[in-house]
């Protein structure tokens, strides 16, 4: 088949930024193993120059964003699906909710090229989070133009893949509560991760306690800090190192002053965007995942921790406990509750039985992560439509 991609394509394999470009890559990696002919639309990037590389059977075709915002990026959306139809593709994947993943949506779907689109996170719920956390114009802005253009392309979508049964809950919600006309054809696919990670195993005799993600409130890497404090102060001797990609200056400025006032931050360490080979460093190195997220649609992350065998210690929020159960491979806890995590860290840390058991059945669950066995859903589909 020939298909084609359009969302976020790392600029290298060696340092991709988020979710997004994680899961586009993975899949695409995927398919061209599978043997597709697949060509990948990268939305415009700022600063960005307009290229088209060719790998075999993958083509990469990049978009420069002339303008100074990222929804100047829609000035060349006529021009991205000009050239998409001029390629005959037998199917289209578009990802995100965003308002250009929705008018190239909008395109194919008026154009009769087969669409399917997928649904990275919810763009209203991560708005209304920002927003409570923090009231602004900006934020206020962001939250009704944004929910706007996911709710539109939500209504004319057909058919969909969401990572966790709760967005498929919440998508249900929406349509009980009126923000939806209509409920599309929702198939709960996971997103996948490298097939890198089943070859790592984390390090069993390590006292690090390791916390990937973006830098940014979303994640909480700020309640973080304060549960390592808490365990320090109990007298459990550990080390935490933080990596991710820098999305808000602000917050980076604010844990970076939080880290500097900590009676332990000699043995705290903060990593803003690592290439990839350190990420998998950084696994090898660490005894526990932990991440203390507002709000996550599923979160690869802890997939990836899984299957280097570490337990994981998370939030009950979104789409978490669909990916780690509680009690199995490692625990849930309350947003904010930052002692009983602490707590649930330190009985991981300190029972060696209850490690290598969540060790075990995290190795286990993990396998469902596999890009290859995703791919062959997702092709399925892709001959459906």
């Known amino acids: 088949m020939n298909i084609i991609q359009v969302g976020s394509y790392p600029l290298s394999a060696d340092c991709i930024h988020g979710g997004v470009e994680s899961s586009v890559y993975g899949l695409t990696q995927a398919l061209v193993r599978a043997g597709h002919t697949v060509d990948v639309f990268d939305y415009p990037r700022i600063g960005g120059k307009d290229a088209s590389e060719r790998l075999g059977l993958l083509t990469i075709h990049r978009y420069a964003n002339t303008g ?47 669409v399917v689109l997928t649904v990275h996170g919810l763009l209203h719920e991560e708005k209304k989070q920002a927003l409570r956390r923090k009231f602004s114009l900006k934020h206020l802005y962001q939250y009704i133009v944004q929910t706007r253009s996911e709710m539109d392309v939500l209504n004319r979508a057909s058919r969909i893949i969401v990572d966790t049964p709760y967005v498929e809950q919440m998508l249900t919600q929406y349509r009980q509560k009126g923000k939806l006309t209509q409920l599309p054809e929702i198939h709960v696919i996971p997103q996948g991760i490298s097939a890198a990670y089943y070859d790592l195993s984390c390090a069993e005799e390590s006292n690090t306690i390791l916390s990937v993600g973006s830098i940014s409130p979303r994640k909480g890497h700020l309640y973080t800090v304060k549960i390592f404090n808490t365990l320090r102060d109990r007298g459990i001797y550990a080390k935490l190192r933080i990596l991710g990609s820098l999305v808000d200056s602000n917050y980076y400025d604010k844990l970076t002053k939080t880290i500097q006032k900590s009676p332990y931050c000699t043995d705290i360490t903060l990593e803003t965007n690592v290439s990839q080979e350190d990420v998998f460093m950084a696994y090898k190195s660490a005894k526990l ?80 992560y596999d890009w290859d066995k995703i791919a062959d859903q997702i092709s399925i589909l892709y001959k459906e439509v």
């Not at 100074?68 to 593709?89: C, S, T, Y």
């Not at 947003?335 to 602490?342: C, P, Q």
Request: charged share 20%; proline share 3%; hydrophobic share 40%.
């Open 68 to 114: 100074k915002h990222n929804e100047d990026a829609m000035q060349r959306g006529k021009e991205i699906f000009r050239d998409i139809v001029a390629l005959h593709p037998n199917a289209v994947h578009v990802h995100g909710t965003g308002k250009l993943s929705g008018t190239i949506y909008e395109a194919a779907q008026n154009y009769g090229i087969p």
């Open 289 to 368: 995942f932990v991440l203390h997220s507002q709000e996550e649609s599923q979160g690869i992350v802890f997939a990836e921790a899984m299957a280097t065998g570490m337990p994981v210690v998370a939030t009950k929020v979104g789409g978490i406990p669909d990916v780690v159960e509680n009690g199995k491979v490692g625990f849930l806890c309350e947003f904010g509750d930052t002692l009983s995590m602490a707590e649930c860290v330190e009985q991981i840390l300190t029972d060696e039985k209850m490690w290598h058991t969540f060790s075990q059945c995290a190795k286990e669950v993990a396998q469902i």
